[in-house]
């Protein structure tokens, strides 16, 4: 082997053993940088008479084409492994299932109150909603809670220390009941030519559905909670109205007959006779236990007035329900906690 082909063997080896880019350009150096070894021997040319220059000329450049040939085979295999590396680093397993998105369902809350509008709407009750932030008046005042009575206190209120533009204090409201006042008041304003004519106006039936709060927090009371106002006006409406209705929806929303209600007497300002109304299961697992399911009486006349009509000849009843209790005990839910957790491994249940 002549000392040109035993330099080509040598760029060839260290080439291959170069296992970077890096490394493979400093070995490169080694041959064809400014003074690596063929860099040397084509200098040295200058020194031999012509005729010798040419043929050895010719003998260092096929070595230095094979020099050179072996630093680009080697730069391909470096950057084809390099990429190989980066694809198996990078690579996505087509064969996984798709993570997708989990198709929403509705809360056991919102079940229910669907449950109990469709319920009353087919009693003919019409569906109504107001704000969560209430005035003072709304809240209290125009239910016959007058401004320092301890009635009052029976609700923790929430206050804001906030007032409207006509300078009313704001509280979130304890309760569905000023939706009462909204709603009827909107209705007379509604057939006010017809009142003025002393002609009959339109009953006034409505449920009102939403959130409610309260500073309370406990296996069964949550600051947060729902309730459903009913409300029932007309010329003659009277308690056995209110047990005809009640109970009918009670044997709609749990699908049984086999029930019994119970009205208790109770205190509430804005009715008057008011009661508590209780229903005790005949079978199943809460047999014979009584459950207070609602607060209801018969509209006291100042509130009938604040609706804006004469307490004389509008005459009804108003409930006021918890969907959450209600939505407990079609469930089976022991902790009202867990409705508003948002744990999916809970609401899932019900989808
Ligand atoms: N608003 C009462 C409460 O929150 C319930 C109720 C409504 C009672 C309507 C009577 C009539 O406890």
Redesign the pocket.
Known sequence: MNELDQLVTAAQADFAAATTPADLENAKARYLGKSGRVTDLLKALGALPVEAKKARGAEINVAKVQVEAALQARRDALAAAELEAQLRAEALDVTLPGRGRGTGGLHPVSRTIERIEAIFGSMGFDVAEGPEIETDWMSFTA?NNPENHPARS??DTFYVDLKDAQGRWLNLR????PM?VRYARAHAARHAGDIEQGKPMPEIRVIAPGR?YRVDSDATHSPMFH?C???WIGRNVSFKDLKFVFSDFIRQFFETDDFDVRFRP?F?P??EP???IDIAFRSGPLAGRWLEV????Q?HPNVVRNYGLDPETHIG?????GPDRLAMLRYGIDDLRLMFDGDLRFLQQFN
């Open positions: 239910l029976m609700q304890p309760h569905t009941s009462q409610t309730q106002e009913g409300l109770s509430f804005f009715t008011s009661a508590e609602a607060g209801s009486g509209v009843f108003a409930f006021g329900m």
